[in-house]
Nanobody
Framework: QVQLVESGGGLVQPGGSLRLSCAAS????????MGWYRQAPGKQRELVAT???????NYADSVKGRFTISRDNIKNTVYLQMDSLKPEDTAVYYC????????????????WGLGTQVTVSS
């Protein structure tokens, strides 16, 4: 079974920083991309940042210049460094992976972590 486990969420003051981690484990043949999404109460889940296995990144406009996504392909881990945090960043952050499980050929599937709470408040 493939599993994604997030860590690093918490409470931080505006202007502060947090670093989220997400480790993918299980029978994984190839990870095409990993990323972070977030969802605030009463709002739609939105993309925050993604990164491919080759290192190409994509960011939501609202976090460009403040957040940095990175990955360790050996550890199958993706990170989200969040700096200059704003109250608007408060949400549950979910890790996502588009990957090919072992034995599936090249057929990919998407997996989600359970989420980690990030709260930015004075």
């Amino acid at each position: 079974q493939v599993q994604l486990v997030e860590s690093g969420g918490g409470l931080v003051q505006p202007g502060g920083s947090l670093r989220l981690s997400c480790a993918a484990s299980g029978s994984i043949f190839r990870i095409n991309a990993m990323g972070w999404y977030r969802q605030a109460p009463g709002k739609q889940r939105e993309l925050v940042a993604t990164i491919t296995g080759g290192g190409s990144t994509n960011y939501a406009d609202s976090v460009k210049g403040r957040f940095t996504i990175s990955r360790d392909n050996i550890k199958n881990t993706v990170y989200l460094q969040m700096d200059s945090l704003k109250p608007e960043d408060t949400a549950v952050y979910y890790c996502n992976a588009d990957l090919v499980p072992t034995g599936w050929g090249h057929r990919a599937n998407q997996y989600w972590g359970l989420g980690t709470q990030v709260t930015v408040s004075s």
